[in-house]
């Protein structure tokens, strides 16, 4: 069984094309499925060199329930990001053995660019963003013969200071920046509804305005999947692109 948590869509692309190949099931962390079968995958993007505050959350509450005392004799993660990840293999190492979880095996892939929030962040060029789809999807055959023959692998990207990345500009970013505080709307809002119907925890109302909750993870989806490219998260977005949607997954 694969959980996976995806903001736009990349990590749910991933795990798609995993679950096909390991001839096995997926599902959403904000919906889960109870476990079933003995290999347990985790697919999510990597947010700030860590992960996604909703990953921690689905860990520590609610995945030892959906295990219900079921044997588990392999555990692996994958784990998408537009450039380097950092430490984030070891944040998650210890939030898994908090559940009594050892990671087996743990692999980061390349997806497009999709944070847009702070000055020289934007999505990659098309010709970039397909390149790295193209490069992950070839990657994912290895890495899914790796898990099928239960390897034990660290085959990660950590890039540049990956220290310095996730154990001190890590909990700052998370401090100051994983808030939907700073979300607003532009004039060509029409109140579609869309970012509210896309939010992957509810925290968007729409009515006579739109309103943040003030329980966001950070994923952007709001962002990324308005039709009239209305939402903007402070000055920060102007003149930014949007993420386009992946193509179909063809095995």
């Known amino acids: 069984m694969i959980y996976f948590f995806s903001g736009t869509g990349n990590s749910r692309y991933v795990a798609e094309i995993a679950a096909g190949k390991l001839n096995d099931l997926c599902c959403d962390i904000v919906s889960p499925q109870p476990f079933c079968g003995e290999t347990l995958g985790l697919v999510f993007p990597v947010y700030a060199w860590g992960l996604p505050f909703v990953v921690e959350e689905f860990i520590e509450n609610q995945l030892a329930n959906l295990l219900s005392s079921k044997k588990v004799t392999y ?7 537009g450039d380097d990840m950092g430490y ?11 559940v009594n979880l050892p990671l087996s095996a743990v692999f980061s892939v390349f997806m497009p660019n999709t944070y847009v929030c702070l000055p020289g962040f934007d999505v990659d060029k098309d010709e970039v963003a397909d390149g790295k789809v193209s490069k992950t999807v070839e990657k ?5 013969q790796q898990i ?9 990207n950590r890039g540049a200071l990956p220290y310095t990345k996730t ?6 970013f ?15 809002c029409t109140l579609c509804g869309a970012c509210a119907s896309q939010c992957p925890l509810k925290n968007i109302e729409v009515s006579d305005k739109v309103r943040w909750k003030g329980n966001c993870t950070g994923c952007l ?19 930014k692109g ?10």
């Not at 555990?75 to 990001?81: A, E, Q, S």
């Not at 994912?140 to 899914?144: D, P, T």
């Open 242 to 251: 949007q993420k386009k949607s992946l193509k179909s997954i063809v095995e």
């Open 75 to 81: 555990v692996f993660c994958i784990m998408t990001h």
């Open 174 to 188: 998370n401090k100051f920046l994983v808030t939907d505080k700073y979300f607003h709307i532009s004039d060509s």
């Open 221 to 239: 989806r709001c962002y990324h999947k308005c039709p009239n490219s209305a939402i903007k998260f402070g000055k920060f977005t102007e003149g």
């Open 88 to 98: 984030a293999d070891n944040i998650l190492r210890k939030k898994l053995a908090t």
């Open 167 to 172: 154990y001190i500009l890590r909990p700052l």
């Open 140 to 144: 994912l055959k290895s890495i899914c």
């Open 148 to 156: 099928e023959n239960k390897e034990e692998r660290v085959d990660v």
